[in-house]
């Protein structure tokens, strides 16, 4: 099968190729300090070598658990979790189910929802209303089992199915993922006796889509997670050849970043055509945003998906101000067929596209705005896939990942923490008035 490739034709017109591999004697530097897991941040370099030594017995467990919890017939199945807890399972998830599988009358897998991911009580209310007329079960992510929005939907719904099944069901419909031995999720699955499953110490959670916090909920889902850690293992196995930027596409793609954001472009939209792709960009913008945004540095991430959004920010990006790059996802081909009938009134003047499929116009004008955008003044990256299927989404997935790291450590920063969430968490305990927060409770009262 073909593998990922990035096209940076479309930016040798605004960033000479030159300076671009200037950039290579440090990437070489950053590439040996990841692999030997020396540089800023290396406690969480885990996730580099997942995909070759996941243990089998990990994932026979895991299919297991899947499987056992398919076997009850539910319909729905709830990851519960935030940002990177639930936002890598549900950029695959999405990625690969049919793009109306909730209205599907017969299907083998239950839907997969989330809860967690907010505070929102109209959410939580309707979520409880369906679940009333659903068979559901759920796994709850949480490396320390008290982050406020997981931990509050896990409260809530974890009443819900004691009330509906038992508390015996109910420990049998709920799994946890969450620290090897410490935390308070850790503890009352232990005094509960959930089956559970672990985040792995050197792995953040933006990194943590191939350990189980995204393995199980794929599983449940119906897909393949050893294809997915295959095309994430030829990524990887790519990258250990070495970090040319001739041979090593995630080198060749940070550098550009770079290169790009020293030339003035410091937003980067990442551009799909295909509305399955959407939670992919979702997980893109937090694993870059999160790792890079920070020191006053880094390239702010956006996402668009096109064509729908050529009608909203496509001006924009066609006219606006000249900060931007566009990064395009392109994948090959579909994985379904629909041609373009012919139509004898042709009132709507498309009998020009009759016989064509509705991939191949949506190709044309991928390729169109491109060079619309071009010239005005948007550079263009090229991520190419061959399809989407597991494999693919593996191989982004650690292309990605590994791209980020490389281009973090080329702005100087650690891109494995995340020291500015933690500000607006403190201003909330304040006013909700937690236990030992009291003086930072005085102290916003008087800011407001």
Sequence with gaps: MKTLKVDISKVLGFVPKEDIYNYQNEIDRHHRSILGKTGKGNDFLGWVDLPGETDESLLLSILDSAQKIREKNIDVFIVIGIGGSYLGARAVIESL????????????????????????????????????????ALTVISKS??????????????SHLENKYGKAGAK???????????????????????????????????????????????????????ALLAGAKKMQELNSLGSSLDENPMALY???????????????????????????????????????????KGIFPAGVGFTTDLHSMGQYIQEGYRMIFE?????????????????????????????????????????????????????????????????????LIYFFEMSCALSGYTLGVNPFDQPGVEAYKKNMFALLGKPGFESETEAIRKKI
Excluded at 97 to 117: C, D, R, T
Excluded at 147 to 153: D, S, V
Excluded at 265 to 275: A, D, M, R, S, W
Excluded at 349 to 371: F, P, Q, S, W
């Design 254 to 296: 940070a550098a550009t970043r770079n290169a790009l954001l020293k030339s003035g472009k410091v937003i980067e939209i990442l551009v799909n055509y295909q509305p399955s792709l959407f939670y992919l960009t979702e997980w893109w913008k937090q694993l870059f945003g999160e790792s890079e945004g920070k020191e006053g």
């Design 145 to 158: 089992g008290t982050t406020t929005e997981p931990a509050l939907a896990f409260r809530i719904l974890k």
């Design 327 to 395: 990064t395009v996802l392109a994948v090959g081909k579909a994985k379904k067929k629909l041609v373009v009938p012919m139509d004898d009134a042709n009132l709507d003047g498309l009998n020009y596209l009759a016989g064509k499929r509705i991939h191949d116009v949506n190709k044309m004008a991928e390729l169109g705005t491109a060079l619309a955008h071009i010239d005005g003044g948007v550079p263009n990256i090229g991520i190419i896939v061959p399809e989407v299927n597991e494999e693919t989404i593996g191989e």
């Design 97 to 136: 189910k049919h793009n109306f599988s909730f209205l599907l009358n017969k299907k083998n897998n239950p839907e997969v929802i989330y809860a967690g991911q907010n505070i929102g009580e109209d959410y939580l209310y309707d979520l409880l209303e369906v679940l009333d007329e659903k068979e559901y």
């Design 172 to 226: 049998e419909r709920i799994i946890a993922i969450t620290d090897e031995s410490k935390g308070a999720l850790k503890q009352l699955a232990r005094e509960e006796g959930y089956t559970t499953y672990v985040v792995p110490d050197d792995v953040g959670g933006r990194y943590s889509v191939l350990t189980p916090v995204g393995l199980l909920p794929i599983a449940v889902a119906g897909f393949d997670i050893r």
